[in-house]
Structure formats: structure tokens, C-alpha cells
């Protein structure tokens, strides 16, 4: 099939705008809030090598498939595969990533309306000469009520799609731009303040040494998920945002800068987290808690930490919402392409069907804890299969789609813009997306499975 050409879609108008608005997707809760509390459930340093094989070994190949399929399709998620693959089932690979997005946006706006909680608990001061023990039981009191942590996720939701109805470029470019260096300079700040509490080398050692026994299938498991959320993959959030990049931009190149932004963000947050961890001595295997119980404890012990704190927290609440838009983004794509429907109408729908799934994961902190599936309350099963089943999944299938379904011409025509860029990598792609990438993700998903 011969190239596609842009047919007057909306797009990012500049190379750093489509670095930014990816590195938005993928900068977000994900490295700051998950990152470190899936560390310090799967006992630390060997976990942490586990993910780095995994974000280079699968996940750069998955983002960059997904930004080639989106970019060759022009398309959203869905209408992609429809396009590239006529009448072939493939679409349901678009189908998975749009259940996945209503999945992932439910829960992760419970998350970030936490931290909007967090703004205002620091700007009225309120950790102020709190022990540990004393910010832990905020959180506590905070989170498991029905009524704030309510408001502040569909305070977040509505910020969400208000970013979403007023379009692509004008939207997520100008937000994605500015901001994110600030949020890196903060976390260097509370990196060097966490290395500096006393007993801080103790959670370098967890975070650093790897203890292999502590690895089994469960942990190989929750690194491929961890990685795949963090860079926004194996759902169709790349492969929309890679339908608005030009055709002259580097799509290699995007995907390697991306990934290795993201991930030193979330190395850069468990230097941040971990000292202060074992320095307070928190468990670090608290569980979604682990940075609300710690953070405010950093700033306690600094100079300016009042102001850093309110300001870390809003940089916090922004990532996560350069994050959010991009899921909501994959299906409200869908809606206005495939269905025909206005971005208003589109983004007005999604929104209200995932803050109302959202709400579910909200209250299972509290008065829906009791309400368990297999042992997991509402937010924990959504987590667990949108991110350790659906991702990887997803991302499963769009290797194979690539890999083996794409015609090789038409995979490197993509990645050298037409043969105007040169890529040696081209052969150990290619081989690693027929071979190494579908067999690691395979043995790993259906291995925790018990499939095999
Ligand atoms: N990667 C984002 C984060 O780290 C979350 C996110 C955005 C995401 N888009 C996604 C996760 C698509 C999975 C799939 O916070």
C-alpha cells in the first residue's frame, strides 16, 4: 500500500511539540506514583534491572510499531488496523485499547485527584510539625472517605476533557511544553534533600541491589505492566499520537528520546521516594499510599519546603493531566473518526462513562474496600488488567502486527520517512519484533497466567 498522505488533519505542528505532547503522555503518575510503590512491592533492585531490560528490549520496539502504524494509518486507534488490515479481525486489537483506556482513565483520575487534594493540603499548611506517623494517618483519614477524594477526581476529569474538547494542537502541545522541566528540577531537588536524611543509604541499597530471589513470575510480571504503563504503550495512546506526527520527523528517534526521559524520571522519583522511605521508616510495600505518606515528609525537612511542596503537587497534578488527556485522546479520536460524532459530544460521553467506572475505583479505599473480585477491590482489578493484562496484550499484538503482518518495504519506508533517513537498526528491529519482543512478552504474560 503506498503512503497515506495527511488529508488536512490536525497534527503537532513542530518536532519538540510532538516530543513534548508524547513525553507528556508518558511523563505522568505512572513514574511518580506507580513507579515507586510496584518498586517497593517487588522487593527493590532486582525488579528495577527487570524493568530496564524491559523498557529497551520491548518497550521502545512497541512505541516505535505503534508510532508506525499510527503515522502510515492516519488514524485513531481502531480505524488504524482497519485501514492497514481490511476486513481482518486486527481491529480488535483497537477495540482492546479503547476498553483499556476507560479502564486506565477510571483509575488513574482517582490517583490524580488525590494529588489535587495534596495542593490544597499543602498550601493551608496543613503538614506542618506532622511526625510521620501523623502525615500517614492524614492520608489515611483523607482517602478512605467518600466525598473529597469524589470531587477532586471529577474536578479532574472535567480539567481532562476541557483540555480535550479545544482540539489537538492548541490543547496538548501548549500544555505539554512548559512545564515538565520545572517538575525534573523539583524531583532533583527532593532527590538531593531524600539522599541527605539520615539512614537515606538503606534505601538506595533497596533500590540499587538486586535480590534475586525476590524475583518470580508475579514480579516479571508487574515490571512488563509497570513498563508498559509508564511509557503509555500497548493501548493505542502512541499510535494516535503518532497519526499527528509529519511524515518528516525521525519516528526512531522520538521513540528512544521518549523512553529515556520517562525513564530517568522514574529512576530520578525512586531516588527521590526511597531514602526518605527507610529514613521515616515507612513500609515500602504500603501500596498505592507510599508517595502521600512520604513526600509531605521530605518537604517537612526542608528549606522552602512549604513552597516546594505546593509547587511539587501542581507539577504532579499537570503531568498526570498531559497523561489523561491521552488516554481520553484514544477514544474520543475513535468516536469523532469511525463514529462520526462532534469532539464536544465525543469527549462529553467518554468522560461520563469513565467517571463513572472512576468513581467505583475511588470508593473501593473506603466504603466499597469490602467489595472484592478474586481478592481485589475495584481499583486494584482494573489496575491489574488493564496494566499487567491488556497492555501487554495490546502490545503483543502490535509487535506481531508489524512485525509479521506489515510488509517489511512498508515498515522501513515509515521509519526512514521514504528512505530519506538512514537506519542501520533496521535488521535488529525487524528481528526483534518477529522474535525476541513476541516471545518474551508471550513467556512473561501467560507464564503468570499459568498458561504455561
Ligand atoms: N504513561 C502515563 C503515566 O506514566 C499514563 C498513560 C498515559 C498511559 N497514556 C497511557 C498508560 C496509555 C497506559 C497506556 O502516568
Given amino acids: 500500500m503506498s503512503s497515506i498522505e495527511n488529508e488536512g488533519r490536525d497534527g503537532f505542528s513542530s518536532r519538540f511539540g510532538i516530543i513534548c505532547a508524547a513525553a507528556g503522555s508518558a511523563i505522568g503518575l505512572g513514574n511518580i506514583w506507580r513507579f515507586p510503590y510496584i518498586v517497593g512491592e517487588s522487593g527493590g533492585g532486582a ?16 512505541m516505535l510499531s505503534e508510532f508506525v502504524i499510527g503515522r502510515r494509518a ?22 482492546m485499547g479503547i476498553v483499556a483506556a476507560f479502564m486506565i482513565l477510571a483509575f488513574y483520575s482517582t490517583i ?38 469524589l470531587v477532586w477526581q471529577l474536578v479532574f476529569m472535567f480539567m481532562t476533557a476541557w483540555i480535550i474538547v479545544s482540539g489537538v494542537k492548541k490543547g496538548i502541545e501548549k500544555y505539554a511544553k512548559v512545564l515538565m522541566p520545572f517538575l525534573v528540577i523539583l524531583l532533583i531537588i527532593m532527590a538531593v534533600r531524600s539522599l541527605t536524611l539520615p539512614g537515606a543509604g538503606e534505601g538506595l541499597a533497596f533500590l540499587f541491589r538486586p535480590d534475586f530471589s525476590a524475583i518470580d513470575s508475579n514480579v516479571l510480571l508487574a515490571a512488563l505492566g509497570q513498563a508498559f504503563f509508564s511509557l503509555s504503550i500497548g493501548m493505542g495512546t502512541l499510535i494516535t499520537y503518532g497519526s499527528y506526527i509529519r511524515k518528516d520527523n525521525k519516528l526512531g528517534n522520538i521513540a528512544v528520546e521518549v523512553s529515556v526521559a520517562d525513564t530517568l524520571i522514574a529512576l530520578l522519583a525512586g531516588v527521590a521516594i526511597f531514602p526518605a522511605v527507610f529514613a521515616f521508616q515507612v513500609d515500602p510495600a504500603g501500596g498505592p499510599g507510599l508517595i502521600f505518606n ?12 512549604y513552597f516546594f511542596g505546593v509547587i511539587f503537587f501542581i507539577l504532579l497534578a499537570i503531568a498526570a493531566l498531559t497523561s489523561s488527556i491521552s488516554i481520553l485522546e484514544v477514544i474520543v479520536a475513535y468516536l469523532t473518526e469511525e463514529l462520526s460524532m462532534t469532539r464536544r459530544k465525543a469527549t462529553v460521553m467518554a468522560t461520563s462513562a469513565a467517571a ?21 477491590h475495584v481499583f486494584d482489578l482494573l489496575d ?69
Fill in 74 to 95: 492516519q488514524r485513531n486507534a481502531l480505524g488504524s488496523f482497519k485501514r492497514l488490515a481490511p476486513g481482518k479481525p486486527w481491529y480488535l486489537v483497537g477495540v
Fill in 356 to 376: 463513572f467506572v472512576g468513581m467505583f475505583c475511588t470508593l473501593s479505599f473506603g466504603a466499597l474496600e469490602g467489595f472484592t473480585i478474586s481478592g481485589l
Fill in 112 to 149: 490524580a485527584g488525590w494529588t489535587l487534594e495534596y495542593i490544597v493540603k499543602s498550601l493551608t499548611n496543613s503538614f506542618s510539625g506532622k511526625s510521620p506517623d501523623q502525615i500517614a494517618l492524614m492520608f489515611d483519614n483523607f482517602h478512605t472517605q467518600a466525598l473529597w477524594p
Fill in 384 to 452: 491489574f488488567t488493564a496494566s499487567n493484562l491488556l497492555l501487554p496484550l495490546g502490545g503483543l499484538m502490535i509487535v506481531l502486527f508489524v512485525g509479521w503482518y506489515m510488509k517489511g518495504v512498508d515498515v522501513k519506508d515509515e521509519i526512514t520517512n521514504g528512505g530519506v533517513v538512514r537506519a542501520r537498526f533496521t535488521g535488529a528491529l525487524r528481528f526483534i519484533l518477529r522474535f525476541v519482543a513476541p516471545v518474551a512478552i508471550a513467556v512473561v504474560l501467560f507464564d503468570s497466567l499459568g498458561i504455561i
Fill in 47 to 62: 525488579f528495577l534491572l527487570i524493568y530496564l531490560g524491559f523498557i529497551l528490549l520491548l518497550g521502545i520496539p512497541v
Fill in 294 to 305: 512520604v513526600l509531605p515528609g521530605i518537604f517537612q525537612q526542608m528549606p522552602g519546603g
